[in-house]
Each structure stands twice: as C-alpha cells, then as structure tokens.
C-alpha cells in the first residue's frame, strides 16, 4: 500500500520554497545589520558607575544604568541612551556641579559632552539651570546651548528664562543669550 501524502507534491515544494525566500530576507537584512560594524557597540555595560581622576583626587563621577562605546564609529563616542547623573568636583569632595539627563553622548576626539532630554544642571551655590539640550566642551572649559533655558539663581532671588546659555564649566558664571518673561525679587528691607 502506498502512503497517502497529506499535500500534493507540487503544492508542499512551494511551501518550502516559500519558507526558504522569507528565511533568506530576514538573514540578507541581519547581515547587512551586522555588517554595520559603526552601529554595533563595542562595549556594552549596565549599571555602571565610574570616575575619573587627576592625579589622586577625584575630578568626575558618574552612574548611568546603560553606557555603550563606538570604537568602530568613523567618530568614535560613548552614549548613555537610559541617561546619566554626571557630578564634577572642586576637590575629592566638594560638588563644584552636577548635571542629570535622559540621554548623553561624549565625543572622544572632540572631548565634547552632549545632554539633551530633561537636563538638569547644579552649581554649588545652589543655582539650577533646566534645559532640553547642553554641551560641555571640555577642551575650551565651557558649557553652553541654543536652547530654551530656565535658570533659579538663588544668589540673585531671580527666575530667568531665555533662549541659549554660556557658562564656565562649575555654572558660576554664565551669561543667558535672549532674555524673556524673567522674574527677579527685590528685598525692600535691604
């Protein structure tokens, strides 16, 4: 007796041609994904919290819950995509500033930060400065950005809004481009 196919040959040698094309397309595109070496991370690490030092003391501190490292970028960087609390020191003690952000990226060749998303930044005194994107060249020692700030100086009793920023590495001393709808207490007992 001769066993009974449960499809006709012709229509199972479709099904399984089929089923090789789409196999194939799926792995076409994984390859070319992995083929884009730029795009792959490095190093990839979670819940990570570092320093960096100079010469014994302690000059940056940081915890983010995500780094990845582009060696393989045409420009090499690292990104912190689920954000990052960065702290810089006056000694191994003092916070001088601290910044938090939903994401940044460091630029190695450029020694060149960029926060965007919610950031925060702190400055010693007190002073808060809230904005959707900040850089922080390390080279020129310099913060700055482009985009709508919102300043609390404590010092000064004022609420400052504007439209970009420069400011020295600790924020102490910064200067607001475009000045808009800012609030600023006088104490009459002075």
Not at 64 to 90: M, S, V, W
Not at 155 to 175: H, M, R, V
């Amino acid at each position: 007796m001769k066993p009974i196919a449960p499809y006709p040959p012709t229509l199972a040698a479709l099904l399984l041609a089929a089923l090789a094309c789409a196999s194939c397309k799926s792995s076409i595109e994984r390859i070319r994904e992995i083929n884009d070496i730029q795009s792959i991370p490095s190093l990839r690490i979670e819940n990570l919290t570092g320093r960096m030092t100079e010469l014994g003391g302690i000059k940056v501190r940081y915890a983010t819950p995500e780094l990845r490292q582009f060696h393989f970028a045409e420009e090499k960087y690292t990104d912190f995509p689920k954000g990052i609390e960065l702290y810089r020191y006056l000694d191994s003690v003092t916070v001088e500033a601290s910044v938090v952000a939903d994401y940044a990226i460091y630029y190695d060749a450029k020694d060149l930060w960029e926060a965007t998303g919610n950031v925060l930044v702190k400055n010693m005194e007190g002073d808060e400065l809230s904005t959707e994107k900040l850089f922080w060249n390390q080279k020129t020692k310099k913060v700055y950005t482009d985009a709508l700030v919102k300043i609390v100086d404590t010092k000064k009793g004022a609420t400052i809004f504007g439209k970009g920023l420069i400011s020295d590495e600790s924020f102490t001393d910064y200067e607001v481009q475009e000045i808009f709808n800012s609030v600023i207490y006088v104490d009459d007992e002075k």
